[in-house]
């Protein structure tokens, strides 16, 4: 027996000893996290009346909680954006559009042009001194530009700081129609001889997330028998047609079914609103679509 136990512990020193249990690895608690949305740019086109559309526009993206970052606009499009960006709040912009009218902004009828007047812009001018909160463009609760063209040159002018009602005259000078504005020592036309919808401005403000809306040219039955009359409906259209070639810079395009209103047509403002508010709703699963793929996670610092 002792020579039976030996050997058995003589085998069992022999045996390979098992390998250690590996330690053990806490599991990380899991790092908190929050979505950081896009900043959101709306640039808001040109298009006389018809631009009304664009409160509808704004209407639902405040509707459906879509922040609005930064806020570019041509001709019109500066004069809805001014008075949605002076405080953030749509029902203020709506407020002053529905109850505005063509003799609050023009010294006399627009289209006076074609019996050989020209439209100065004073009244403009008075109704956004006395219906905006802010005076320069700095103080907006809604970083704001007003998209003009300097007329020596050509160039695009994007004002973003001083005087806001001299910006937005000159964002709206329609040639032929308004009397070129002055600022600085340079005279200044409509925005919308060059960029009609200035998605490119929204974008270079810092916006990530640009919406566009594009107000169509109105379709005539017949053509105007007025030179003047003609040489202007040529000039839209030729608008028109490069503000759809440079909508397409934006995210997301919106293009309001106006119809028939003219230009110059003030008495149909809540259809123009609805009509707003129909192509908004039908482009927002683009807009949401447009915001996630741009959405991050960060962490909860």
Do not use: W
Not at 136 to 146: D, G, L, W
Not at 153 to 181: K, L
């Amino acid at each position: 027996m002792p020579a039976v136990l030996a050997a058995a512990l003589f085998l069992a020193s022999c045996s390979p000893t098992p390998p250690p249990a590996p330690p053990v690895v806490p599991t990380p608690a899991p790092v908190p996290t929050r979505e950081v949305l896009p900043k959101v740019g709306l640039a808001l086109g040109g298009g006389g009346a018809r631009g009304f559309a664009e409160i509808g526009v704004l209407r639902v993206l405040e509707q459906e909680k879509i922040p609005i970052s930064f806020v570019a606009g041509t001709s019109v499009g500066s004069l809805v954006g001014a008075l949605y960006a002076d405080t953030g709040r749509v029902l203020d912009a709506e407020f002053h559009a529905i109850a505005v009218t063509e003799e609050d902004l023009f010294d006399y009828r627009a289209f006076a042009v074609f019996s050989g007047g020209f439209v100065k812009g004073e009244r403009l001018r008075q109704f956004l001194g006395a219906n905006l909160r802010s005076k320069s463009i700095e103080k907006m609760k809604i970083p704001f530009a007003a998209v003009a063209v300097d007329a020596a040159t050509g160039r695009v002018v994007s004002f973003q700081r001083g005087a806001i009602a001299p910006a937005v005259h000159a964002s709206c000078a329609i040639p032929g129609v308004f009397v070129p504005v002055v600022i600085s020592g340079r005279t200044y036309i409509d925005g919308g001889v060059v960029n009609p919808v200035p998605a490119d401005v929204a974008r270079s403000m810092g916006a990530e997330v640009v919406i566009a809306v594009s107000i169509p040219p109105l379709t005539r039955s017949t053509v105007p028998a007025n030179p003047v009359a003609i040489a202007y409906q040529a000039v839209t259209i030729m608008s028109a047609e490069i503000g759809r070639l440079r909508a397409r810079e934006a995210d997301v395009v919106i293009t309001p079914d106006v119809g028939d209103i003219a230009y110059d047509d003030f008495t149909r403002k809540k259809r123009l609103i609805a009509a707003g508010e129909d192509a908004a709703r039908e482009a927002l699963p683009l807009i949401r679509a447009a915001i996630a793929a741009r959405t991050r996670r960060v962490p909860v610092s």
